[in-house]
């Protein structure tokens, strides 16, 4: 079965660190961008990053930019967010997403979603 | 950024109804545009993919439509399994973003 597993959430203080990993099974990794997607508690839902298949390509919306990284381990086929200086305005739900294919448009994305990982910042 | 204006934000329907939801860009995307069911405390799930497509293994009740800016997500007999919260999304260019969702209750 495809499948996405999130882990390393937790609590942590305003201006803390934190890395989420994501580990994929089933399905060839290195060959599809990977996304990580955030939910409030009671909010909406929001594209953090991305990152392409063979992670020379990463993006971030500009609410993280700077703080966050992306990163892939094609070998491990694990995706891993590094969050620093988080802010109280960074706890929500965060959502590991398969994207398209890395190589060449499929005409699908968002597919498969991981069953997130909450990250609470909070003194 | 494309904004994506989803309506209604809530809705109350019954079983057997027939429910349609809208979303508008406010630019064109093509049909590069999801449709997501989200129950409460689990991830989102697609169920509509590039505007019109159904996802394997989603109940043929659920469809989809448009191109351009204005786009339509129909549940043509509303189950009671279906309540949840609904959302469009862009992938058109960065950033993708989300329509606020509909709440859909009996």
């Known amino acids: 079965e495809v499948q996405l597993v999130e882990s390393g959430g937790g609590l942590v203080q305003p201006g803390g660190s934190l890395r989420l990993s994501c580990v994929a099974s089933a399905f060839t990794f290195s060959s599809y961008w990977m996304h990580w997607v955030r939910q409030a508690p009671g909010k909406g839902l929001e594209c953090v990053s991305r990152?392409?298949?063979?992670?020379?390509?990463?993006t971030y919306a500009d609410s993280v930019k700077g703080r966050f990284t992306i990163s892939r381990d094609n070998a491990k086929n694990t995706l891993y967010l590094q969050m620093n200086s988080l802010r109280a305005e960074d706890t929500a739900v965060y959502y590991c997403v398969r994207g398209g294919l890395s190589g060449g448009w499929n005409g699908k994305a968002f597919d498969i979603w991981g069953q997130g990982t909450m990250v609470t910042v909070s003194s | 950024d494309i904004q994506m204006t989803q309506s209604p934000s809530s809705l109350s329907a019954s079983v057997g109804d027939r429910v349609t939801i809208t979303c508008q860009a406010s630019?064109?995307?093509?049909?590069?545009l999801n449709w997501y069911q989200q129950k409460p405390r689990m991830a989102p799930k697609l169920l509509i993919y590039?505007?019109?497509n159904l996802e394997t293994g989603v109940p043929s009740r659920f469809s989809g439509s448009g191109s351009g800016t204005d786009f339509t997500f129909t549940i043509s007999s509303l189950q009671p399994e279906d309540i949840a919260t609904y959302y469009c999304?862009?992938?058109?260019?960065?950033?993708?973003?989300f329509g606020q969702g509909t709440k859909l209750e009996i």
């Open positions: 990152i392409n298949g063979d992670g020379g390509s990463t």
């Open positions: 999304q862009h992938f058109h260019n960065l950033p993708y973003t």
């Open positions: 590039s505007a019109s």
């Open positions: 630019q064109d995307i093509s049909n590069y």
